[in-house]
């Protein structure tokens, strides 16, 4: 006979359980409950038949005497529908009284041990599936990845900001420093790359008017793999006319601290052995002083590329100033910056789309926060001067031809979308993995990315 296309109606384990408790050792209560979820453990007792069903609630005992259900034919992982009483067993464990059991799916191939569960790191990478099968914690990261999108979407739409979607597949890539992934559209017979940020898009919907924007959604760089770091990874953007750096440094406190708030009940989390409180005010320190605590601020790239080969860091990959002084930040000052801390006024060369400070054309309104020793996300006072704009595309063409492969390559169609006139606007972005990182605890990317990138098994 096959196995039922369908189980309807049927309540969560969690809220079972919740009814399940209060009663007495022993009782059962006179409603009728149906729960369907994979079978994890096994216990027969003579004329009962202990089971433990997990759905993604949580897990609760099954109690199925054999004089109601009849002989008991599952194995451990097969996927079942009961209906039955909510029960406290006679040792207080909240149950389900079990009147009848349907298999609604056989398992094929037997689940790892599952007391100890799923532990070779690369296996949960590679089978994702196993690992949220045999991992309670695995289940609960996932749950609080995707409540945290939600808690963003619901604080932005609040604020009266319009999520938006812009092309992945891009004539030009732009709006960071990065490599991208090349493709080719057929059709057409032309190269297109899949996008390195959101940015120069929903700029053009600022000029179009629409003020307030926002987008959640996958960039690809082209770049090696480490704790923080994954070719494709997800990025929220957002760009508020009529705003600057200030302004947004003010919203990203808020937005952190209350998804924190909303997503986990505090705003208190614990990362890399830090208890970090992410309840604005933040620290904010300028760019150039942090650089120049460790004696290592200055626009003299030999003299930097000097002080830098004598602390032992290898700066044959750094081809100009601005590479050299972004690699100092990144060794010496991201790591140090654990508790909450807004970087502010960066030089111009790290900076393409950021307008100036009003006292020095050499230092932009920008910004970059950290939290636990890893950068959670950068924001600009974005440049609205078409002229200004196309200046500092020529600067990064400079920069490409020093050697810096990561430049911006510059997007005429953006500097004429400017022309027409966008009004003073603050921009942000903010990496929803490493954000998943910090309010779950997990020192490493991967494990906040349901399917990691891996290289593939010979």
Not at 178 to 185: L, S
Not at 200 to 218: D, M, N
Not at 271 to 283: M, N, Q, S, T, V
Not at 367 to 374: L, P, S, W
Request: glycine fraction near 8%.
């Amino acid at each position: 006979m096959p196995a039922p296309k369908r189980f309807p109606d049927r309540d969560e384990i969690a809220a079972v359980r919740a009814e399940a408790e209060p009663l007495e050792n022993g009782a059962t209560a006179e409603t009728k409950r149906r729960l369907a979820g994979r079978v994890m453990a096994r216990r027969d007792m003579g004329k009962l038949v202990f089971l433990d069903l997990v759905d993604r609630s949580g897990r609760i005992q099954l109690m199925c005497p054999a004089d109601a259900t009849g002989e008991i034919d599952v194995h451990l992982g097969d996927i079942v529908g009961v209906v039955g009483s909510p029960a406290k067993s006679r040792r207080g464990e909240p149950s389900l009284l079990v009147d009848s059991l349907e298999r609604l799916a056989q398992i094929r191939t037997p689940l790892p041990d599952t007391f100890h569960g799923l532990t070779d790191v690369e296996l949960r990478y590679r089978k994702r599936y196993l690992d949220l099968l045999m991992n309670e914690e695995s289940r609960d990261d996932a749950l609080v990845r995707s409540r945290t999108v939600a808690a963003i979407r619901h604080i932005l739409d609040g604020w009266g900001f319009v999520e938006v979607e812009t092309p992945i597949l891009q004539p030009r890539y732009g709006g960071a420093f990065a490599e991208p992934f090349v493709t080719h559209w057929n059709s057409l017979d032309e190269d297109r790359y899949l996008r390195i940020a959101t940015e120069l898009y929903l700029k053009r919907l600022i000029v179009g008017g629409l003020e307030k924007v926002y987008e959640i959604g996958k960039d690809f760089r082209n770049e090696g793999v480490s704790f923080k770091h994954h070719p494709e990874f997800t990025m929220l953007e957002w760009y508020e006319a009529y705003a600057d750096y200030r302004d947004t440094m003010a919203r990203i406190e808020q937005l952190v601290s209350q998804a924190a708030q909303d997503v986990l009940g505090t705003t208190v989390v614990a990362f890399r052995g830090h208890e970090i409180d992410l309840a604005p005010p933040w620290e904010r320190v300028k760019f150039v002083d942090a650089l120049a605590e460790f004696g290592l601020w200055t626009r003299d790239e030999a003299e930097l590329r000097r002080l830098l080969e004598a602390r032992g860091v290898d700066v044959s990959k750094d081809p100009t100033w601005a590479k050299l002084i972004d690699h100092a930040h990144s060794h010496f000052v991201e790591p140090q910056l654990i508790r909450p801390t807004i970087l502010y006024d960066y030089p111009i060369e790290l900076s393409p789309f950021a307008r100036t400070t009003e006292d020095d054309p050499t230092i932009v309104e920008r910004f970059e926060y950290f939290a636990g020793g890893i950068e959670l996300g950068n924001a600009f006072t974005e440049i609205n001067d078409s002229v200004e704009q196309q200046e500092r595309f020529a600067g990064q063409l400079g920069e490409g031809a020093a050697g810096n492969v990561e430049a911006e390559r510059g997007d005429p169609d953006y500097v004429e979308a400017l022309s027409y006139g966008m009004p003073p606007t603050g921009g942000i972005g903010l990496g929803i993995d490493r954000l998943a990182m910090l309010f779950t605890g997990r020192e490493s990317i991967r494990d906040v990315i349901l399917f990691p990138a891996l290289r593939e098994k010979t």
